[in-house]
Nanobody, 125 residues
Framework: QVQLVESGGGLVQTGGSLRLSCAAS????????TGWFRQAPGKEREFVAR????????YYRDSVKGRFTVSRDNAANTVYLQMNSLKPEDEGVYYC??????????????????WGQGTQVTVSS
């Protein structure tokens, strides 16, 4: 049984930082692609970042490039999303998701088979 558990969300001021964690069980994340998505109230869930294993190639949406970093700890079977210089528009529920390795169309939610329950990120202005 695959389980993804996100943690690390919270309330932060504009310009602050948070690190989200996605702890996986039931599969080995280094053999798959792990993505981070977010959903703000009234909006569609959108792609944020992804790390492909085993080569660890990363992908980001344009608005977070240079501020967010996705990484992975293979020993802990956990994927992280370090978020710096947070802005109010980064606010939302953040989800991690795992799917097969793809090198294109990685922002497509249909390329992910397993999803976590989400963690709330609130950015105060």
């Amino acid at each position: 049984q695959v389980q993804l558990v996100e943690s690390g969300g919270g309330l932060v001021q504009t310009g602050g930082s948070l690190r989200l964690s996605c702890a996986a069980s039931g599969l080995t994340v280094s053999l798959y692609g792990t993505g981070w998505f977010r959903q703000a109230p009234g909006k569609e869930r959108e792609f944020v970042a992804r790390i492909n294993g085993p080569n660890g190639r990363t992908y980001y949406r344009d608005s977070v490039k240079g501020r967010f970093t996705v990484s992975r700890d293979n020993a802990a079977n956990t994927v992280y999303l370090q978020m710096n210089s947070l802005k109010p528009e980064d606010e939302g529920v953040y989800y991690c998701a795992v799917g097969p390795i793809v090198y294109s169309d990685y922002a497509n939610r249909e390329n992910y088979n397993y999803w976590g329950q989400g963690t709330q990120v609130t950015v105060s202005s």
